[in-house]
């Protein structure tokens, strides 16, 4: 079973940049797609970014493409998300999850989940 760790979250002013990462034990990701997904409060669970396990195909809702980058490095166990132009809105908490799918953008599809890590932008 693999167990996936959120890092990277915290405070940051809009129009700023942060790079999530997501480091998985117990397993490797290589078997596994990988996403993105964030919850604001009030809010239901909203995905953002999707990457296949050999990378090459990524997917992003229209919202976020541009903006938000997926990649994943199989070797280190590693998913990360670049995320640049930070909006107010983009403020949630933002998880790491990890699908037998080929590519899913549903979280219904996801196996395993991380704990979350917040971000907070500042307007």
């Known amino acids: 079973q693999v167990q996936l760790v959120e890092s990277g979250g915290g405070l940051v002013q809009a129009g700023g940049s942060l790079k999530l990462s997501c480091t998985a034990s117990?397993?490797?990701?290589?078997?596994?797609?990988m996403g993105w997904f964030r919850q604001a409060p009030g809010k239901e669970r909203e995905f953002v970014a999707t990457?296949?396990?050999?990378?090459?195909?990524?997917y992003y809702p229209e919202s976020f493409r541009g903006r938000f980058t997926i990649s994943r490095d199989n070797a280190k166990n590693l998913v990360t998300l670049q995320m640049n132009n930070l909006k107010s809105e983009d403020t949630a908490v933002y998880y790491c999850?990890?699908?037998?799918?080929?590519?899913?953008?549903?979280?219904?599809?996801?196996?395993?989940w991380g704990q979350g890590t917040q971000v907070t932008v500042s307007s």
């Open positions: 117990g397993g490797t990701i290589s078997t596994y797609a």
């Open positions: 990457i296949t396990k050999d990378s090459y195909t990524t």
């Open positions: 999850a990890a699908t037998r799918s080929i590519i899913a953008s549903s979280g219904t599809f996801y196996d395993y």
